[in-house]
């Protein structure tokens, strides 16, 4: 599945499509839902019916208008709906797919037990590179795999939601993404919907086992304003206001355990790195560190504001068969490597 909002992405989105078309294991159906774009909706919808002298492609996707509020979790929600597989893939519609991405995803649910599966995501910098500055520590803020998780094909909290697959039938169980959770074109990048149902799953079926597969490629594209420290700074603050909902969706201990983890081992390793290759001369180092020290304050400053502005926030269980909703405030302002999957 892939969800589009806007038509300056225009060439990506269909790049997307076409890796997903291309894929080793093919899909047994490829969704594309419009975030309320009607011009979008349309341009792709004559885009794959073949229109004008250009050949209708031999399995083209099915483009769908998101039913819910405007928003990511929403438009995800819409196209669970409508999906039937028994699986459902998620690509970004800035991305590409390795051409064995879904056949790495789709191995694992060999295991009656798997119940979600990520793979690895890697950044494609518009500038051609790296910024020197940016540490991979981070990569997160970026919708990448960042540097502290755990390589190879290994259990997690949480899989990423640029690069993820779940059985479809969890969704019943447990109901879909959280809406007001995660991102909206016209507001503040927040994040963490996959994270918040993710721990939904396991507190309802405790033995489920959810993994990442770093087999399992996709290639992100990183726009150059995300190579900026100012969106490096408010993106990290607006994870630590997403932080705060999902630790009061889920409770704060299941909610905030890797990230505990990730603060107090892997970001001072890396403050130690950049300072290490400062003194040696290399460039960057001290700036890496220091971007480091200002996006772990920046992620506890959102969330220290998000506790006060959320504390009498209820966070719904939302159903994909109905209408989501959003988070209220009244006081504040078969298995797919026997079957079929779907993309």
């Known amino acids: 599945m892939i969800c589009a909002h806007t038509q300056e ?74 999906a039937t ?24 649910y060999a295991d009656p037990a798997v119940q979600a599966v990520g793979g690895r995501t890697e950044p494609v910098w518009a500038s051609g590179r790296r910024p020197r500055w940016f540490p991979a520590e981070f990569d997160w803020v970026v919708g990448c795999t960042y540097r502290g998780l755990p390589p190879g094909k290994v259990r997690v909290r949480n899989v990423l939601g640029g690069n993820a697959s779940f059985r479809t039938r969890v969704f019943d169980l447990v109901g879909g993404f959280t809406t007001g959770i995660g991102r909206d074109a016209g507001r503040r990048p927040l994040g963490g919907e996959e994270t918040e149902l993710c721990i939904r799953i396991t507190q309802a079926l405790p033995d489920a086992v959810l993994l ?3 087999r399992a490629v996709i290639h992100h594209r990183v726009p150059a304003v995300r190579e900026r420290f100012g969106y490096f700074r408010g993106r990290a603050y607006a994870e630590g206001l997403s932080k705060a909902l999902v630790a009061r969706s889920v409770g704060a201990r299941d909610g905030l355990a890797a990230e ?39 992620a ?43 993309a």
């Open 9 to 82: 992405r225009w060439a990506d989105v269909l790049a997307a499509v076409a890796s997903v078309r291309d894929q080793s294991y093919p899909a047994a159906e490829v969704l594309v839902v419009v975030d309320h774009h009607d011009a979008l909706l349309a341009r792709l919808r004559e885009h794959f019916g073949g229109a004008g002298d250009r050949p209708a492609p031999p399995t083209p996707p099915r483009i769908m208008a998101n039913s819910g509020p405007r928003g990511l979790s929403a438009g995800r929600n819409t196209g669970i709906a409508a």
């Open 260 to 298: 505990r983890r990730h603060t107090a081992r892997v970001l001072p390793a890396g403050v130690l790195r950049g300072l290490g290759d400062a003194l040696l001369g290399r460039p960057g180092g001290l700036v890496r560190a220091g971007a480091i020290v200002a996006g772990a304050t920046a």
């Open 212 to 214: 990442i597969d770093d």
């Open 85 to 108: 597989g028994d699986v459902v893939a998620f690509l970004d519609d800035d991305a590409v797919a390795e051409r064995d991405w879904l056949r790495h995803l789709a191995a694992a």
């Open 300 to 342: 506890a400053g959102g969330y220290a504001v998000g506790r006060l502005r959320y504390r009498s926030t209820v966070v719904p269980r939302t159903g994909v068969g109905g209408p989501p909703t959003a988070p209220t405030a009244p006081s504040s302002p078969n298995t797919p490597a026997h079957g079929e999957a779907a």
